[in-house]
T-cell receptor, first 112, second 112 residues
Framework: GDSVTQTEGPVTVSESESLIINCTYSATSIAYPNLFWYVRYPGEGLQLLLKVITAGQKGSSRGFEATYNKETTSFHLQKASVQESDSAVYYCALGDNNAPRFGAGTKLSVKP | EAAVTQSPRNKVTVTGGNVTLSCRQTNSHNYMYWYRQDTGHGLRLIHYSYGAGNLQIGDVPDGYKATRTTQEDFFLLLELASPSQTSLYFC???????????FGAGTRLSVL
């Protein structure tokens, strides 16, 4: 079945440093799956951070960006300068015309 | 704003107990989902539904039943709870594109 693998956490970075969380996917049921990043802040449910449904395109939101790379089957999440408020758990996900599948989540802690 | 409400927020039961987790959405969405979140595994799909009376099997259905009584309400039933079902459970809804899921805040279940 379809699956997603992402950077194992926890990840700790200092405020204003750059961030990359790796995500690779395997899609057997569909050639071009939709790709997503969700974020979960403490005590809350997941919320969509960004999505890309076309290979080769980049999505961005709140200073985060991710590019859909069909050749490397990757969708890495990047931010040039993190803030303490970015501390959360980040999930990469894949949509294949069935229920979306999620990665294991990466817990990010940003030190002030 | 899309709203998905889960109840209870926390639940403790004993092995062999009977538990029902509830989820209600006011988004007029056809799709609803139940996931469980475990450290190292991320979100795993238990069951989902695309309308009242419909049920689709997810990736980890063993030990769980689900019922979609109305468009708004989706229930997850554990009829003989086991310690392996101790987890954080998330409900979500989406429209027919399944491009964006809206999540509830989660139910933390402990089976002693």
């Amino acid at each position: 079945g379809d699956s997603v693998t992402q950077t194992e956490g926890p990840v700790t970075v200092s405020e204003s440093e750059s961030l990359i969380i790796n995500c690779t996917y395997s899609a057997t049921s569909i050639a071009y799956p939709n790709l997503f990043w969700y974020v979960r802040y403490p005590g809350e449910g997941l919320q969509l951070l960004l999505k890309v449904i076309t290979a080769g395109q980049k999505g961005s939101s709140r200073g985060f960006e991710a590019t859909y790379n069909k050749e490397t089957t990757s969708f890495h999440l990047q931010k040039a300068s993190v803030q303490e408020s970015d501390s959360a758990v980040y999930y990469c996900a894949l949509g294949d015309n069935n229920a979306p599948r999620f990665g294991a989540g990466t817990k990010l802690s940003v030190k002030p | 704003e899309a709203a998905v409400t889960q109840s209870p927020r926390n639940k403790v039961t004993v092995t062999g107990g009977n538990v029902t987790l509830s989820c209600r959405q006011t988004n007029s969405h056809n799709y609803m989902y139940w996931y469980r979140q475990d450290t190292g595994h991320g979100l795993r799909l238990i069951h989902y539904s695309y309308g009242a009376g419909n049920l689709q099997i997810g990736d980890v259905p063993d030990g769980y039943k689900a019922t979609r009584t109305t468009q708004e309400d989706f229930f997850l039933l554990l009829e003989l709870a086991s310690p392996s079902q101790t987890s954080l459970y998330f409900c979500a809804s989406s429209d027919d594109s399944q491009n964006t899921l809206y999540f509830g805040a989660g139910t933390r279940l402990s089976v002693l």
